[in-house]
């Protein structure tokens, strides 16, 4: 079964500190999709980047950037200089292929990390 | 550009009532996902369709909970004789089904079982 962990419940800090989410995630699927999503006090889920399990070329975009790590099953998500609308909680997903592998369904989620920004 | 839409936002109901959401994806989407997610905790698959078929159901879709995506478009969720336990966020989720499926959600509706 494929399972997420965050293992930061809450992190704290000061504007234009920079921070770190940690993901950690097992599967026995060899191909499998990552995924980021912010989650506002409104609640609704927004999409921040996907990565193919295939591709462990680093990204960045904007302020945000990406480590994804087969060799330690890790997908780390670093915003740079955090701002006060970063505030919000942060989830990491899996998805694995559906059978035939040649798409990919249901996500996993962690449990999410609550990011509070201080002015 | 319209986004996945919910309704209702939120709905308060007494134990034992029978209660029904509604979910419009993306217009263009032809998959559609229902997450259940309760205070502190990640968001856990209920079922998902692929144009009007189920194509898979979770463990934790009790039999009081049925999934309806009629013509392949807008779907409902209906809980039978709610209980205290069914309070949570209900999440729909819609994609275009691809190597990539990336899932765009709504805003939930948010149960409270009194």
């Known amino acids: 079964a494929q399972k997420v962990t965050q293992a930061q419940t809450e992190i704290s800090v000061v504007e234009k500190e920079d921070v770190t989410l940690d993901c950690v995630y097992e599967?026995?699927?060899?191909?499998?999709?990552l995924f980021w999503y912010k989650q506002p006090p409104s609640g609704e889920l927004v999409f921040l980047i996907r990565?193919?399990?295939?591709?462990?070329q680093n990204e960045i975009s904007g302020r945000y950037s990406w480590n994804f790590q087969k060799s330690t099953s890790s997908f780390n998500f670093t915003i740079t200089a955090s701002q006060v609308v970063d505030s919000a909680v942060y989830f990491c997903a899996l998805s694995e292929a559906i059978a035939g592998g040649t798409s990919y369904g249901k996500l996993t989620f962690g449990q999410g990390t609550i990011l509070t920004v201080h002015p | 550009d319209t986004g996945v839409s919910q309704d209702p936002r939120h709905k308060i109901t007494k134990r034992g009532q029978n209660v029904t959401f509604r979910c419009d994806p993306i217009s263009e989407h032809n998959r559609l996902y229902w997450y259940r997610q309760t205070l502190g905790q990640g968001p856990e698959f209920l079922t998902y369709?692929?144009?009007?078929?189920?194509?898979?159901k979770s463990r934790l879709l009790s039999d009081r909970f049925s999934a309806e995506r009629p013509k392949g478009s807008f779907s409902t969720l209906e809980i039978q004789r709610t209980e205290q336990g069914d309070s949570a966020m209900y999440l729909c989720?819609?994609?275009?089904?691809?190597?990539?499926?990336?899932?765009?959600f709504g805003p939930g509706t948010r149960l409270t079982v009194l």
């Open positions: 599967t026995r699927d060899t191909t499998y999709y």
């Open positions: 990565r193919n399990s295939f591709d462990e």
């Open positions: 989720a819609s994609s275009l089904s691809s190597r990539t499926d990336t899932q765009y």
């Open positions: 369709f692929q144009n009007e078929a189920q194509l898979e």
